[in-house]
Structure formats: structure tokens, C-alpha cells
């Protein structure tokens, strides 16, 4: 039996601010949207008490909660608090895996006997970071990632949800598809058209079971991940390509970090533009030899940027996903294997001094301007 | 137009327009055959523009003239015709009269001047090659030609003079590459050209059965001409470079394992059944005295069977795709052993025949 602890920080950059200014404490806190034009990026409770929420338009944040205290994005401070968060939660186990800046998955299994049971450690972990670093943060621990996740989601804000062994499927059952990774809200449309409302109805359909559920069948997890991203909604919309790659780059570099670290190699590499209007495209591309290369990841989603982002028109959002992973079991190439080989090996070295020093600690040097 | 022949003869010169034609091309002439019927002879030429042939038919011309009919469609009239002689004739507008016998056909054709022209050789340079040897020289590289259409200078068979008068030909698709070298006289390449796989595929069409005979081979310009017997086929070069294959061949790879080529050959056919059909992996665990060969697909299951080999270089895992290898087994026969060069896991290996050192063959792993 194993066991995941899902730890998600409650409104992450708000909280953040009100840790570094104790006076914003209790008040409605909203990160980004300050033009009116640009979008909130993160709200604390007491502003998401009146509508408010991340990637809401400025304007409309205000209009909500005109008495809201606005403040500017501070990714680099942002950044800086999440590199402290996971070297609290690296102390309590050797694999954490991030998930994004402010979520992390962390398997605390055989970890009883240096820490106690589980759930005694996760409620150690959410105390360490309130009590060290003044962040509030949610959880969920079960014996699968996925549950672990749809836990930590039910139990925010600061709160903590344990699935028993055996209980997974009653916890689940009254619960809407809408709360499982991987569904949103167009999938969500279809399995409702199908008559899929809750968790419930979904697991009587061993298919999507099988596709949305990495239950445990053979003492071992089987991988519920279709893919890996990251997105970013920007500052301001940006209409000059030379910005977006920059904001492309920090995005792949966050993706290329996540599919080395979970082992995986991508086969298809998919960039969602959305233009200031709300319209949003993804579109993928599928490349012959699997790839965990940040080099070769921006090549493909630049490229896809480059051929389908229209020209002048402003940009508020862009994200970068890698799917259709593979372990192993890939023919190499003749003539660039070795490149291959040889990029991997460096990006893994990256990782490793990142995981060391920081993520500033080494960059592309194109990609200095790294919005996380 | 008007020309008598025999079924059998123009059967043999409609078949060489086959392969030729394009199904759906969107030119509609290049669907057809011009038949040219003269005082000099009567000639069938088939063309995509890529690719061209024009063969001689033995046959009787009553009036002189020319015509284009679908080849397709002909070839179909012609095999089933009753008779042992046809004759064709050309009516008003374009419309072609088949007769055999009792049975009369009517097809439209389109406008004979709208035919391409077939590019002229005269005066160049032309070779004469065992045709049997420059068959085995296709047979041997053309399967690794690659597929992928954007990788176009990979599209066909590099072909370069090489040392000591040898004519030496090459193939890769990126993952495997297959060279052969053999002395068939030099065809006076100033530099190496790329043969398209569809000219060469039609080549060796051309080539079947021809054993003791000679062909021409010459080159003009971005083209390249065979001429055998009484049918002359060119296709037009592929326009890029060839990359460097002498990098990607290894020098130095000191584990050696020798196989008989039959049970290498049949081990991977059956164990492959089980491997994934996207890639088609197996994994060769080799050590001393004998290679074991699996395939594990988690929604089938797994297979392995093991042989006795000559090795006695360190244990080596290694995993290949069994397509390439079966690939190149097949092509070389199942006669005789090969032999096997490999220096790890990561990097490239070399198979050849044991008896034949103008071949080789480079296959990259597959990543475990």
C-alpha cells in the first residue's frame, strides 16, 4: 500500500504578499489585474469571498471588490518562496515531485519509521511551512496520486483530507467528474451528455476508470498522467513574438525539469496561445523521436507559436504541454543520438544544480527575463 | 494512328507503364501512355515527370501517328483480350479503337502534344553494368531508404564512385543505413547523385530475370538514364546532399558474436510477433556462447528464444527494432553466418555476411 500526500498552498502569490506585509493579514489581497487590463493571478480568500478569482480580467476584479488591495506580480519572490516550501517538504521525503510552483506530490510511503504514520507527517509538513514560512497550504493523502490530489482540492482552504485504505471508492462516488484531473470543461460536457455526472458513474465505466484512475491493481501505480504542462497568464498581453519565447522558454524549462524527473519522454508537444479576447488555440505536434530535452521541446512548441499565433494580436496567456509519454522502447537515430544523449545528460545536471542552489542558479542565457 | 500487334508483346511493354503511372496525380496526362506509332517502331512511354520509360513494341504500323489512352485501362483491355493479335487505332477527337477478334473497344484519350517530352539522350556517356549486379546493389540498400517525405535527400539510393574502381551505394532512413560496394566499373559520377526510390524500385523491376545480360547506365545533368535491351527508363536525380555517412559508420566496435543467418533470421520472426507494432522492439541479451532474444508487450505478453552463437566479448544487452534486422536477413538470403559488431548498448552496431566484405550494414539500438 502506498501512500501520496498531495500538498496544494492555499492562494500561493497572495499569501506570499501577506506573509512579507502582516498588514495586508485578513484583507482582500489580489495579485496582478492592477491596469484593469492585465488578469488577477492569484486572490486570497477574503477577496475570493466577492467573485474574485485567478485569471478573472483587472477590470472586472475591480468591479467585484473595489476596495481590494492590488498588487504588481512578483514572480521572482514568488519563485523564491517555492524553493523554500520544497526544501521543507524534501526533508520529509526523497521523492516530491512538483507539480507547479505552488503543488506537489510527495509519496511518503516507508516513511513510518523515520516520521510515524502518514498522516501524522503531512500534518507536520502543513505546520512546518505555516509555522517557518507563514504560508497557509491544503492536503490530501490516499493511496493513489489521483485521489490524493481530488483530497487536497476538497480540502482548501488549510484544511487536510485522509482516504482510508478501502474507503477510496465511497469517498469518491458522491463526487462530481469535474473534480478529476484531466476533465475540464469540455470533457466534463460530453461525460454529462453521457449521463457521467459524478465520480461515482464514472468509475461503473471500466474504460474511463482506467483512463482517469491509477488504482492500484498489481501493488503497483500505474501512470494516470496524459501529460505534463505549464501556463502562465502574462502581466500585460504581449503582441511581440521575442517576449512570448521568452515566456515559452521559462514554461518549457518547467516541463522539460517535470518529464525528467518523473523519467518520461514526450512524443507530442502541444502550445495554447490565448489572445486578450479570451479566444484560445492549442495546437500539438507530434515528433518522431520522444524527447525530455528542453531543446528540443521549445524547438517544437516555438515553432508551433511561430506558425500559429496571428501576427500583432495581443497575447494574455500562453502554456506549453507534453503528452504521449514513453519510458523506453524508442528507436534512436543514427545520426543525432549522441546530441541526444549528450543534452540529456546535461539538462539532468541542470536539474540536479537547480535542485541545489535554486532555479536561478543556471539558465539558458536567452531566458534570463524566466517568468515562472 | 493505326498499328496491329501481338497480346503477348504489348502486354510485356504495357507492364513496364504500371508502376509509372500515378493513380492520383493531378496532371490527368500523366495517368496515360502515349503510344507513338512510326515508321521507325512503335513506342509506349509512361512518365510522373519524376520517373519515365519508353519501350520499343514489335508490331505491325499501318498508318503512322500517335495517341494517349489511360494505362491502366489498357492494360486491362489488352490482358483480357480474346485474340492472340490486337490491333489499336485512333478515331476522331481523341477516341482510341481496341480490336481483338470479336471484341471492340472504345476509350477516350486526352491530347497527345500535351504529353511531356522525354528528355533526350543522345551523345552522353553511357556504361554498360552486369545487370545481375546492379539488381543485388538495389536489392541490398533500397529497403533502407527512408520514407519520411520531409527528409527528401534520404528518399533514395546515394550512388558514388568509390576506390578502386568500385560503384558503391547507400541507404539510411536515420536509423539504419545499408552501403554496398561492388567492381562494376566506374560510370564516370564526378560526384555521388541520389537515385529516387521510385526510379530505382522500377529498375529493379526492369532487371528481374536479367542475369547474364548488360545494361547502359548514364547520367545528364540532374538525370540518370538505364537503357536495357529496348526499354529505356530515367528518373530524375533528388536535389539536396546526402549526408556524411562515413561518421556514422563505427570504427571501432571489438564485441564480435557470429550467428547463423537462417536461425538469427527466424528466432526474430517469431519472437517479434510479440513486440509492439509501433516500434517492433526486441532485446538481444548476449553472452558467451549464446544471444537470447525477447520481446515483452504489456498487452500481449512475452516471448524468448535463445540460440547458440560465436561470442565471447563481454555480457551485452542491447535492444534492437526486429523489422531492421529482419530486414536486411532477408534481403541478404538465409545462407551462410553473420557476423555482428556492437560496442555497448548506445551505440550503433555492424552486421555483415561472414563471405562478402563490400557490404555492411549500420543499425542504431533501441533506447531500453
Known amino acids: 500500500m502506498r501512500s501520496y500526500f498531495h500538498i496544494d498552498m492555499d492562494a500561493f502569490y497572495a499569501s506570499v504578499e501577506q506573509a512579507m506585509n502582516p498588514d495586508l493579514k485578513g484583507k482582500a489581497v489580489i495579485v496582478g489585474g492592477r491596469s484593469g487590463r492585465g488578469v488577477v493571478t492569484s486572490a486570497s480568500y477574503e477577496a475570493r469571498k466577492f467573485g474574485v478569482r485567478s485569471a478573472m480580467p483587472g477590470f472586472q476584479a475591480q468591479r467585484l471588490c473595489p476596495h481590494g488591495i492590488f498588487l504588481p506580480n512578483r514572480h521572482a519572490l514568488y519563485s523564491e518562496y517555492s524553493d523554500k516550501v520544497f526544501a521543507i517538504l524534501e526533508q520529509f521525503s526523497p521523492a516530491v515531485r512538483a507539480l507547479s510552483i505552488d503543488e506537489a506530490l510527495i509519496d511518503l510511503t516507508g516513511t513510518e519509521k523515520l516520521f510515524g504514520a502518514p498522516i501524522a507527517t503531512a500534518e507536520r509538513i502543513i505546520a512546518r511551512i505555516r509555522r517557518d514560512l507563514d504560508l497557509p497550504a491544503s492536503g490530501g493523502l490516499a493511496s493513489s496520486r489521483v485521489i490524493a490530489k481530488i483530497a487536497a482540492t476538497l480540502a482548501k482552504p488549510q484544511g487536510l483530507i485522509h ?14 467528474v469535474s473534480l478529476v484531473p484531466g476533465v475540464g470543461p469540455k470533457t466534463r460536457e460530453t461525460l454529462f451528455a ?27 501505480a500505474r501512470r494516470h498522467d496524459h501529460s505534463i504542462g505549464s501556463e502562465t497568464t502574462l502581466d500585460k498581453p504581449v503582441k511581440q513574438i521575442g517576449e512570448m519565447e521568452e515566456v515559452l522558454w521559462g514554461l518549457v524549462e518547467e516541463v522539460g525539469r517535470r518529464l525528467r524527473t518523473d523519467g518520461v519522454f514526450a512524443r507530442c508537444i502541444a502550445v495554447k496561445i490565448r489572445y486578450s479576447d479570451f ?8 515528433i518522431e523521436t520522444p524527447t525530455c530535452v528542453d531543446r528540443e521541446i521549445f524547438g517544437v512548441a516555438d515553432a508551433l507559436l511561430k506558425k500559429h499565433v496571428a501576427p500583432g494580436r495581443p497575447v494574455r496567456l500562453l502554456g506549453v504541454s507534453a503528452s504521449a509519454f514513453v519510458r523506453s522502447g ?16 546535461l539538462y539532468r545536471g541542470i536539474d540536479r544544480l537547480r535542485g541545489k542552489y535554486g532555479a536561478g542558479a543556471i539558465g539558458a542565457a ?6 515562472r | 494512328m493505326e498499328f496491329r500487334a501481338k497480346k503477348a508483346d504489348l502486354l510485356a511493354t504495357l507492364y513496364w507503364t504500371q508502376g509509372i503511372v500515378e493513380r492520383r496525380n493531378t496532371m490527368p496526362i500523366l495517368a496515360n501512355v502515349l503510344i507513338e506509332s512510326r515508321k521507325a517502331g512503335i513506342h509506349l512511354t509512361a512518365t510522373d515527370l519524376e520517373v519515365g520509360i519508353r519501350g520499343k513494341l514489335e508490331g505491325e504500323v499501318v498508318r503512322e501517328g500517335v495517341v494517349t489512352v489511360g494505362a491502366k485501362k489498357l492494360y486491362e483491355i489488352v490482358r483480357e483480350a480474346p485474340e492472340e493479335t490486337l490491333q489499336l487505332k485512333r478515331l476522331e477527337n481523341e477516341w482510341v479503337e481496341i480490336k481483338s477478334g470479336k471484341s471492340v473497344f472504345k476509350i477516350v484519350g486526352l491530347d497527345a502534344r500535351e504529353f511531356p517530352q522525354f528528355p533526350k539522350f543522345d551523345g552522353e556517356k553511357m556504361s554498360s553494368v552486369p545487370a545481375k549486379t546492379l539488381r543485388e546493389m538495389i536489392e541490398r540498400t533500397i529497403f533502407s531508404v527512408s520514407s519520411d517525405e520531409t527528409r527528401y535527400n534520404l528518399n533514395g539510393v546515394f550512388i ?5 574502381g568500385k560503384l558503391r551505394m547507400v541507404a539510411t532512413d536515420g536509423h539504419r543505413l545499408a552501403l554496398i560496394d561492388r567492381g562494376i566499373g566506374a560510370l564516370g559520377l564526378a560526384k555521388g547523385v541520389i537515385l529516387p526510390r521510385k526510379g530505382l524500385t522500377e529498375l529493379r523491376r526492369l532487371l528481374e530475370g536479367a542475369d547474364d545480360g548488360l545494361v547502359s547506365v548514364g547520367f545528364k545533368e540532374n538525370m540518370g538514364l538505364v537503357v536495357k535491351d529496348e526499354v529505356e527508363l530515367f528518373m530524375r536525380l533528388i536535389e539536396g546532399d546526402f549526408p556524411d555517412y562515413t561518421k556514422v559508420i563505427p570504427k571501432d566496435n571489438p564485441q564480435l558474436a557470429r550467428l547463423t543467418a537462417a536461425d538469427f533470421l527466424h528466432a526474430l520472426r517469431r519472437v517479434s510477433l ?5 516500434y517492433k522492439g526486441i532485446k538481444m541479451d548476449l553472452k558467451s556462447g549464446k544471444v537470447a532474444i525477447t520481446a515483452s508487450n504489456p498487452e500481449l505478453g512475452e516471448a524468448v528464444e535463445e540460440i547458440e552463437i560465436e561470442y565471447n566479448g563481454k555480457p551485452l544487452t542491447v535492444g534492437f527494432n526486429a523489422r531492421y534486422l529482419i530486414d536486411v536477413l532477408t534481403v541478404l538470403g538465409e545462407g551462410g553466418e553473420v557476423n555482428v559488431a556492437l560496442k555497448d548498448d548506445v551505440s550503433p552496431s555492424i552486421l555483415k555476411k561472414s563471405d562478402d566484405e563490400g557490404y555492411l550494414y549500420v543499425i542504431m539500438p533501441m533506447r531500453l
Open chain 2, 274 to 278: 510479440l513486440s509492439s507494432e509501433r
Open chain 1, 279 to 286: 479566444k484560445t488555440l492549442t495546437r500539438s505536434l507530434t
Open chain 1, 330 to 345: 524508442w528507436q534512436e537515430s543514427l545520426f543525432d543520438a549522441g546530441r541526444e544523449r549528450a543534452l540529456e545528460n
Open chain 1, 194 to 220: 453521457r449521463g457521467v455526472k459524478t465520480i461515482g458513474d464514472l468509475l461503473a465505466a471500466p474504460k474511463l476508470r482506467d483512463q482517469y484512475f491509477d488504482f492500484d491493481a498489481r501493488g503497483e
Open chain 1, 366 to 371: 536567452g531566458a534570463r527575463r524566466r517568468s
Open chain 1, 163 to 176: 482516504v482510508f485504505p478501502g474507503s477510496e471508492e465511497n469517498f469518491l462516488a458522491p463526487l462530481s
Open chain 2, 160 to 164: 558514388e564512385e568509390a576506390k578502386d
